[in-house]
């Protein structure tokens, strides 16, 4: 029985309905089956589901099976599906022919059951080897994710006004993963983190590792900020969450296409740039390549207000909720033990660089700041909680981060 949806399924095409049913009557106990009483109607269920192999007559009204293939040929969808000629002409003269207009095998009319079943188990056997043999080509051993070579190749393809989302990965002081735990460790890492991200995908997205402990994440069609930048959050919480054991971060350089760039190299070019910045600025987060530099832009990271501004962003909010709810929260966060400008200052540098644009912080008191995170409530806030002090304890080892819920 035919399951809609299947692509590891046999299309027979043929307008003689008693040799339709007999090719039909001899495959289904093998392989699942659809059948196809034109060329015009194998063609529109190929383009619904694509077959594993088509097994088609030749010689039919109208459009012949060799058209009918040539047609399939000219859609992405189609291209190069496999198929097995039906042909009642006698002759080396027809086999040949058949062959050279592109058949993995022709079968003559009439033929034995057997003989069709054996010519189909070759073909597909054929087939499958082929793609695994594709599959190795572009497929990283370790991760299982795209290689380098294929996500620069499909994103080259692309037409110019094609919209995308490239992500630049780069993991956070991974290379100490391999000193204190050993290779092996660092290879389980990076298996976990490609887990990760691919969880964390769509069906159209194309995830690559492209060398060491660096991965793409190409969202094709997608540059609306509202969607990609909590997917972004998403993968730095995840992260943080499954390599935790390893004291593990992820960075992320973005760029957009087309505006930033249209080609693989320069889109990896400006997306390094902007992930720079994020490893220079404390790494653990995400940065917009069309952003600027994160030391001369005031609008990025969170907002630093004074003790009045606070309080009345704290009350709009309070009366927002009349019409439409906006969860937040409140901490209050101390660099424990140090009390000096300097100190201060870090924390300050620290908390705007890793909250959001979103977030707030003001001042509360000399050793003290406190922060309004906005759109967080419950076991959000305390996830947000569990990522500030472990992004902290990376770069600060001297001084606890003391924070309290408000």
Same mark, same amino acid.
């Given at each position: 029985?035919?399951?809609?949806?299947?692509?590891?399924?046999?299309?027979?095409?043929?307008?003689?309905?008693?040799?339709? *049913?007999? #090719?039909?009557?001899?495959?289904?106990?093998?392989?699942?089956?659809?059948?196809?009483?034109?060329?015009?109607?194998?063609?529109?269920?190929?383009?619904?589901?694509?077959?594993?192999?088509?097994?088609?007559?030749?010689?039919?009204?109208?459009?012949?099976?060799?058209?009918?293939?040539?047609?399939?040929?000219?859609?992405?969808?189609?291209?190069?599906?496999?198929?097995?000629? #039906?042909?009642?002409?006698?002759?080396?003269?027809?086999?040949?022919?058949?062959?050279?207009?592109?058949?993995?095998?022709?079968?003559?009319?009439?033929?034995?059951?057997?003989?069709?079943?054996?010519?189909?188990?070759?073909?597909?056997?054929?087939?499958?080897?082929?793609?695994?043999?594709?599959?190795?080509?572009?497929?990283?051993?370790?991760?299982? +994710?795209?290689?380098?070579?294929?996500?620069?190749?499909?994103?080259?393809?692309?037409?110019?006004?094609?919209?995308?989302?490239?992500?630049?990965?780069?993991?956070?002081? &991974?290379?100490?993963?391999?000193?204190?735990?050993?290779?092996?460790?660092?290879?389980?890492?990076?298996?976990?983190?490609?887990?990760?991200?691919?969880?964390?995908?769509?069906?159209?997205?194309?995830?690559?590792?492209?060398?060491?402990?660096?991965? +793409?994440? &190409?969202?094709?069609?997608?540059?609306?900020?509202?969607?990609?930048?909590?997917?972004?959050?998403?993968?730095?919480?995840?992260? *943080?969450?499954?390599?935790?054991?390893?004291?593990?971060?992820?960075?992320?350089?973005?760029?957009?296409?087309?505006?930033?760039?249209?080609?693989?190299?320069?889109?990896?070019?400006?997306?390094?740039?902007?992930?720079?910045?994020?490893?220079?600025?404390?790494?653990?987060?995400?940065?917009? &390549?069309?952003?600027?530099?994160?030391?001369?832009?005031?609008?990025?990271?969170?907002?630093?207000?004074?003790?009045?501004?606070?309080? *009345?962003?704290?009350?709009?909010?309070?009366?927002?909720?009349?019409? +439409?709810?906006?969860?937040?929260? #409140?901490?209050?966060?101390?660099?424990?033990?140090?009390? *000096?400008?300097?100190?201060?200052?870090?924390?300050?540098?620290?908390?705007?660089?890793?909250?959001?644009?979103?977030?707030?912080?003001?001042?509360?008191?000399?050793?003290?700041?406190?922060?309004?995170?906005?759109?967080?409530?419950?076991?959000?806030?305390?996830?947000?909680?569990?990522?500030?002090?472990?992004?902290?304890?990376?770069?600060?080892?001297?001084?606890?981060?003391?924070?309290?819920?408000?």
């Amino acid at each position: 029985m035919y399951i809609p949806g299947r692509s590891d399924y046999i299309l027979i095409v043929d307008d003689d309905p008693v040799q339709l *049913n007999y #090719v039909k009557n001899k495959l289904k106990d093998h392989f699942e089956c659809q059948c196809a009483a034109s060329p015009e109607e194998g063609i529109m269920i190929a383009l619904k589901h694509r077959p594993m192999l088509i097994v088609t007559d030749i010689m039919m009204p109208g459009m012949s099976g060799t058209e009918m293939m040539a047609r399939l040929d000219e859609e992405e969808k189609t291209k190069g599906i496999p198929y097995i000629a #039906v042909t009642s002409s006698d002759g080396t003269d027809a086999e040949s022919k058949v062959l050279k207009d592109g058949a993995s095998d022709y079968i003559r009319k009439p033929f034995d059951a057997e003989v069709l079943l054996q010519r189909v188990n070759n073909v597909i056997r054929v087939v499958k080897a082929q793609n695994s043999l594709r599959t190795m080509a572009v497929t990283d051993d370790l991760t299982g +994710v795209y290689t380098r070579r294929y996500i620069e190749n499909k994103i080259d393809s692309l037409a110019d006004d094609v919209e995308g989302t490239f992500c630049l990965l780069d993991l956070d002081h &991974f290379k100490n993963v391999n000193d204190r735990f050993g290779h092996e460790a660092g290879d389980a890492a990076l298996c976990i983190f490609a887990r990760t991200i691919s969880r964390l995908s769509r069906s159209d997205d194309i995830t690559a590792r492209i060398g060491g402990d660096e991965f +793409v994440l &190409f969202f094709k069609g997608c540059v609306d900020r509202r969607i990609i930048v909590p997917r972004l959050r998403r993968i730095i919480e995840r992260t *943080n969450e499954d390599l935790e054991k390893y004291d593990v971060t992820v960075s992320i350089g973005v760029s957009l296409r087309p505006s930033d760039a249209t080609s693989f190299a320069e889109l990896y070019q400006r997306a390094d740039e902007a992930l720079y910045d994020v490893k220079r600025s404390g790494r653990g987060s995400y940065k917009f &390549f069309d952003e600027g530099d994160s030391e001369d832009d005031a609008d990025s990271g969170a907002m630093l207000v004074s003790n009045g501004d606070f309080d *009345n962003i704290v009350e709009f909010l309070g009366r927002s909720n009349d019409r +439409v709810h906006i969860s937040k929260s #409140v901490l209050f966060v101390t660099n424990v033990g140090c009390n *000096n400008d300097k100190c201060r200052g870090e924390l300050l540098s620290f908390l705007k660089q890793n909250l959001r644009t979103a977030d707030v912080i003001t001042q509360s008191d000399n050793s003290t700041y406190t922060v309004l995170l906005t759109g967080t409530d419950g076991g959000n806030r305390d996830l947000a909680i569990k990522r500030i002090r472990f992004l902290w304890s990376k770069t600060h080892k001297d001084y606890e981060l003391g924070i309290v819920k408000g």
